[in-house]
């Protein structure tokens, strides 16, 4: 006796998710399957004048965050945004500074300071890069504690000065960090006093409402 059989019809492959190019390099675009809506989201978290506070403690020859987590002995990044100047912040007298904006692996704005002997490295490095048509922001940079001694007081004392290294980046993250900074106003609010001599400016940005308040030089340097 013939016998039959059902076999159940192949389920039909589902259609692939709808993708879409979000507007902007550093932002993520998600589609609704149900409405089409499109929802865009940041990969980069900053509070506006609060960037993470990352320290190079160059007394220890390590990085730090907010003078507690140790982050290790050398920090790599993109920078997002930078600025080299002069100025008295942090109640330590006027100094030639380095301060670097950057993306950490958790997506969250930092800022990093740099100051003596260190800035005078990135600002050889700068010029090398010049020469080589990049920027300071199209690089990763690596940045390693190197230790030197000298004499304090007939004794031997250690200290540790910044040495910059680099790498190329990768163009698309370079693109997202750079459409970032166009979008953004980078700064920190600890450091900005309105009397700084800016030497070499890279995304740095200020809020439109602060210029009225500081010195042409300043609000020409950051425009």
């Known amino acids: 006796m013939a016998t039959t059989t059902k076999t159940a019809a192949s389920a039909a492959p589902a259609a692939p998710a709808a993708t879409v190019t979000p507007t902007r390099a550093y932002l993520t675009a998600t589609v609704d399957e149900a409405t089409g ?9 900053y ?56 993306v950490d692996e958790a997506g969250a704005v930092c800022a990093v300071l740099f100051h003596g002997y260190s800035v ?13 048509d990049l920027k300071l922001t199209d ?8 230790k030197k001694q000298t004499e304090k007081d007939g004794k031997p004392a250690t200290y540790f000065i ?12 370079v693109q997202a960090r750079q ?12 450091t900005l006093t309105g009397t700084a001599d800016m030497r070499i400016v890279q995304g740095y ?19």
């Open 179 to 190: 459409e970032f900074a166009e979008d953004f106003d980078l700064y920190r609010e600890e």
């Open 47 to 102: 509070l506006p004048g609060h960037p993470k506070q990352i320290r190079a403690d160059l007394k220890a020859g390590v990085f730090n965050v907010n003078g507690d987590k140790v982050l290790g002995k050398t920090i790599s990044f993109i920078p997002v945004a930078l600025r080299i100047f002069s100025d008295n912040i942090l109640n330590m007298g006027r100094k030639i500074w380095a301060e670097l904006y950057f």
């Open 205 to 223: 940005r200020l809020p439109a409402g602060y210029h009225a308040e500081l010195p042409a030089q300043l609000t020409a340097a950051t425009e």
């Open 139 to 146: 690089v990763v940079l690596t940045v390693t504690p190197i």
């Open 120 to 132: 005078e490295n990135l600002q050889k490095l700068n010029a090398s890069l010049f020469y080589d």
């Open 37 to 45: 809506e499109v929802t865009e989201a940041s990969r980069f978290k």
């Open 162 to 173: 910044a040495e910059f290294s680099y790498v190329a980046a990768d163009p698309a993250e």
